[in-house]
């Protein structure tokens, strides 16, 4: 088997993945491009119809316009709809479904294994773009029950709550806008959040007064103060934080909407510097690259395993023109070649 060669290999086919491939073939620079599952996935197992935060302008990718139309932000649909079509104007080739599993080092470059259904495979490349996003897996709360078929950590279709009782768990807006749709879906809706009341600057100002009105109404139940400590088939089990004692309720579901985080496994076996409980990787923020020379980051996997977000979509375009100037062995954009980067004259 002829070994696959390449300059560069992008690890994440998410939206900035995605933009990363675009910006790199437009360079003129060959490369490889790879995701364990479908493009877009995390934005895949968002509930039918969710909307995005923000604006269609901000998310848009590549230079391709977001449209949709009502002139609204774009939904769940909308978004993976975009994704393919960029995907396909752009004729980009993405190996979906085949993820990388091993990394390593040599004098040559980077030696990446995958393994996708039909077989391990091997590729040679001289660079490595981790664009691996920052919501791959869901924030757990450890405690017991947790994994019951009932339970879940991700939200679909608030149909599936129709007449049942619903907790759902978390303060922020994931939590606060399923509560929202599910009770408009007849679901019979308890919030658990740890603090007294939901934090105002947390929560979007559209969100905030319509669960705020429902909860003063007992509309939906607001369980303040509590955090779970054991799910059961029939029943969750509270700690009340303001005073040891524990109380129990009988729930028919419940949504563990407390966060999500990044997979940084990938960058520890490449042996990127990670710093902190939250896993920052150390990067140059004019290149962005780590501190292994050949490996970068883009997009939510600068932030780590981030509690309080600060890095979205929205303000990591800027983290692709970097990484193709610093392949190409350019400036970094709005910066001046070093002298040894300077063409002879």
């Not at 077989?119 to 924030?139: E, L, P, Q, S, W």
């Not at 405690?143 to 991700?154: A, F, I, R």
């Not at 994931?174 to 105002?200: D, K, P």
């Amino acid at each position: 088997m002829n070994l696959i060669t390449a300059e560069a290999a992008i690890v994440g086919a998410g939206p900035i993945g995605i933009e990363m491939a675009v910006a790199l073939k437009k360079a003129g620079v060959n490369y490889l491009h790879f995701d364990a599952r479908q493009i877009g996935y995390t934005i895949s197992w968002f509930a039918p119809q969710t909307r995005f935060f923000s604006s269609n302008e901000r998310i848009a990718i590549a230079g391709v316009p977001l449209q949709t139309w009502d002139q609204n932000k774009a939904t769940r649909e909308e978004y993976l709809a975009y994704l393919r079509r960029v995907v396909l104007q752009y004729e980009l080739k993405i190996n979906t479904y085949e993820p990388v599993v091993g990394i390593t080092r040599d004098a040559d470059g980077f030696m990446l294994d995958t393994a996708p259904r039909g077989g391990a495979m091997k590729y040679r490349v001289k660079n490595i773009i981790f664009c691996t996003g920052g919501t791959d897996r869901a924030r757990r709360l450890n405690v017991p029950g947790e994994d019951l078929p009932h339970v879940s950590h991700y939200f679909q279709d608030p149909h599936t709550y129709f007449q049942k009782r619903l907790l759902v768990v978390g303060g922020k807006n994931s939590a606060v806008e399923a509560a929202l749709r599910c009770y408009h879906a007849g679901a019979n809706v308890s919030i658990s959040y740890r603090r007294e009341q939901l934090n105002q600057s947390s929560i979007k100002y559209w969100l905030l007064p319509e669960i705020n009105g429902l909860v003063a109404a007992n509309k939906i139940r607001g369980l303040f103060n509590t955090q779970p400590i054991e799910f059961t088939p029939s029943h969750v089990r509270f700690h009340k934080m303001d005073s040891s004692d524990t109380f129990e309720e009988p729930f028919d579901f419940v949504l563990l909407l407390t966060g999500y985080e990044a997979d940084m496994s990938l960058l520890k076996k490449a042996n990127v510097q990670l710093r902190g409980d939250c896993e920052l990787p150390a990067y140059n923020e004019s290149t962005m690259q780590t501190n292994i020379p050949g490996i970068y980051v883009a997009g939510c996997a600068v932030g780590g395993t981030q509690d309080k977000y600060s890095v979205f979509l929205e303000n990591c375009h800027v983290h692709v023109p970097r990484i193709v100037a610093a392949i190409k062995g350019q400036a970094p954009p709005g910066v001046e070649a070093p002298e040894y980067l300077r063409p002879e004259t």
